[in-house]
């Protein structure tokens, strides 16, 4: 069986012109880092925007990576300083950042159950997504880069410069204000 | 891999922490699979392979191979200019320029008499420009011996010199025309001083002697007068 290869190896062989080993490397983050961008703006055009742009960034500074840290780090570190950068580019999209519940309607949930089933996920889902577009930047930041980008406290505490216990603290901020949401859906499965 | 070991372990996260980030994740995973369009995946591949293909036409000539000439094309060029400034600047005016121009360049070659009719000219035109000097009275011999001492060694020294122009060994022309005079000539002198009585100025003139001959046997020659 060949034996998979990993990201850091795969960047430094696209840094040395061998563009297949981007092609995997993409198709193993680009859901999660898209889920990432999404989450992070609600838009999709200003999600996608942003999720074009990271991958331009790696592409780019392909030569300057060095294998001191994971590639999921550093892909990340791109991301957060993106949507950073997005944030404070233009104001009218900060407020875009906010719950903008039109932009969740579009969203197509897929019916897996019966036609109630379904109206109340997407409820119950709307509410959560709209719970989290609330969070203060940081916080949601630090959920969704756990969550979406799968990583771990240290690499979380690495990409925003911070140390693991503050890492937590936003983690538990984070939760406890998305607690109301999360037991609502809990007893609506129940019931 | 190090960085793996080291960043990958389990998270500490207290049992409560743990338990509601699970859930939220469990509510998210409810979503559809959330992924960017085709067209977005095409354009970023794009873009990837388009990438590599100008680093690739870059590589025939990197940066970095200039970077590492600078400094010996820095040295070479300029040891080059100041060779070719040395050569230029300051041996151009010691060769001698080939004429370029078509013009010819006529040569007249004299010939002896008419070399001399020109040196006689010459010579007729300086004797009509310079003054008349008129000869300076005689000093009488009697005024120099007494008043001036060093006028009268003077005279005592071209009398021996006198001697040498009979033997036809040495003339007092040489004297005037050079500081130090032929060794032996010079030995004579001394010798003829000594011979004289003048030992002050035979003593000064052998220690200039030995200055400027220290190997020559003077010695032995003056031994006679020692006593």
Redo the contacts between chains.
Sequence with gaps: MKKEVNDEQLILQYAQGESAAFEVLYQRHKASLFRYCLRQFSSRAVAEECFQDIWMKIIRNRVSYKPKALFTTYLYRIATNQVIDLYRKEKKRLKDCEYNEESFDNLAIEAHATEQEHIERKKRLTELRKQIGLLPFEQRNTLLLKIDGGLSIEEIGLILDCGKETVKSRLRYATNKLKGSIRESLELERS | ?N??S????K???SDG?SV??D???V??S????????SS??K???T???R??LD??KREYLPKSVWKRLSLPLYISSGFVFTVLAYNSLLLEPLKIRENKDESSTIVKIETDDEIGHEQYKAQQHEKRELPIMESPEPVPDRVLTETNPVESSHNSALESGSELIQQGIYTGSEISKTDRPEKEAWARIIIGHFRNGQVEEARSELIRFKDAYPDYPIEEQIKVFNH
């Excluded at chain 2, 080291?6 to 372990?9: E, G, Q």
């Design positions: 891999m960085i793996k080291h960043l990958t372990k998270d500490t996260l922490l509601q980030l859930e939220i994740e509510i998210l409810e979503e559809p699979d959330l992924k960017p369009d977005l995946d354009q970023i591949l873009a990837a392979y990438e590599t680093n690739k």
